[in-house]
C-alpha cells in the first residue's frame, strides 16, 4: 500500500509509520522535525515531507500532488490543558484548535482531491471527547469537533468510494502523555497502540477505540444521563 501519516515523528504516528514500513509498504512520513523525518528516511521506502500542518499553504504544497495513496492517517496534534477555568487564555484554545482541528482539515482538503475509490482517510481523535473531562476544554473540543467533522464528511464521500475513519485512543505511552501529572488508567505502548491501529484497520472498522476496555468504559459513561456524566467527571477532578 501507499500510505501516508501526519505527526509521524514521534508516538503513535512514528510507530505506525515503522511498522507499515517493516511491513513493505511505501510511507510518506510529515512532520517539523527534520531530525527525526531524516532517521525515518534511512528505513527504507519511506518519504518525508517536512511542513507545519496549520499552514494551509505548505499542506497544499506538500500534499495537494500526491497521487495514489490507498491510506492516509492523519496523526499530528497537541495537547494543552487549561488549568484556570475562570481565566483562561484564547490564544491556547487556538493553538490546539490550529494543530488538532484545522491541521487534519488542511490536510484533508489538500489530500482528498487526489484520493480515489477504495481509499481510507483516518483520522486520531482521542476517547477525551467522550466525557468533559476536567482541564481539557481545548483539547477534548477540538477531539469532538475532529469527530464531528470526520463522520460527516464519511457520509459525502461514501458514493465516491473513499471511506473516512475515526480513531479513538486512550492513554498511550508518547511524549504527549509523558507530559501529564495525573494518574492515566490503562496506557498502553504505542507498539500495543500501532498493532490495535493496523489489526482494526485491516478489518474494515470504521469506528475504532483502543485499548478495548477502556474504549467500553468510556462509551458506557458516554450513554449514561448528562448529569451522571457531569457527577462522574466532577468525582475525577476531586
Ligand atoms: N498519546 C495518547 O495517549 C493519545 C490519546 C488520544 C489521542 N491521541 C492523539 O494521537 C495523536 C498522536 O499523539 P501522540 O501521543 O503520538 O503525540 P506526540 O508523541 O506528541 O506526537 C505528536 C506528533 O504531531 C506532530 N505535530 C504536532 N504539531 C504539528 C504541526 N503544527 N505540524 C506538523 N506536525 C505536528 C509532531 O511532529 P513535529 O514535532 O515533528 O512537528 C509529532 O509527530 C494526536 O492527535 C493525539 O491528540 C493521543
Redesign the pocket.
Given at each position: 500500500m501507499n500510505i501516508l501519516i501526519?505527526?509521524?515523528?514521534?508516538?503513535?504516528?512514528?510507530q505506525v509509520a515503522r511498522d507499515y514500513a517493516a511491513a513493505g509498504h511505501q510511507v510518506w512520513v510529515?512532520?517539523?522535525?527534520q531530525e527525526?523525518?531524516a532517521q525515518l528516511a534511512a528505513l527504507g521506502d519511506v518519504h518525508p515531507l517536512q511542513?507545519?500542518?496549520?499552514?494551509t499553504k505548505q499542506c497544499q504544497q506538500h500534499l495537494g500532488d500526491l497521487q495514489g495513496l490507498d491510506l492516509v492517517i492523519?496523526?499530528?496534534?497537541?495537547?494543552e490543558y487549561i488549568d484556570d477555568a475562570q481565566h483562561f487564555e484564547v490564544e491556547l484554545v487556538e493553538r490546539v484548535f490550529?494543530?488538532?482541528f484545522f491541521?487534519m482539515v488542511n490536510c484533508a482538503q489538500s489530500l482528498l482531491p487526489n484520493l480515489s475509490k477504495g481509499s481510507k482517510l483516518v483520522f486520531?481523535?482521542?476517547?477525551?471527547r467522550l466525557l468533559p473531562f476536567t482541564r481539557a476544554q481545548a483539547?477534548g473540543a477540538s477531539?469532538a469537533a475532529t469527530f464531528y467533522f470526520a463522520k460527516s464528511l464519511g457520509v459525502d464521500l461514501k458514493p465516491k468510494g473513499i471511506e473516512v475513519v475515526t480513531?479513538?485512543?486512550?492513554?498511550?505511552?508518547?511524549?504527549?502523555?509523558d507530559a501529564n501529572d495525573f494518574a492515566?488508567p490503562m496506557?498502553v505502548t504505542?507498539a500495543q497502540?500501532s498493532a490495535a491501529l493496523r489489526s482494526q484497520l485491516a478489518k474494515g472498522r470504521r469506528t475504532i477505540y483502543f485499548p478495548r476496555v477502556f474504549g467500553w468504559i468510556l462509551r458506557f459513561m458516554h450513554k449514561l444521563p448528562t448529569a451522571m456524566q457531569l457527577w462522574l467527571a466532577q468525582r475525577m477532578k476531586d
Open positions: 501526519t505527526g509521524a515523528t514521534s508516538g503513535i504516528g512514528e510529515c512532520g517539523r522535525n527525526k523525518l511542513f507545519d500542518v496549520t499552514d492523519l496523526s499530528a496534534g497537541v495537547c490550529q494543530a488538532n491541521g486520531i481523535d482521542s476517547m477525551s483539547y477531539k480513531v479513538s485512543p486512550g492513554f498511550v505511552k508518547t511524549p504527549m502523555t492515566m496506557r504505542v497502540a
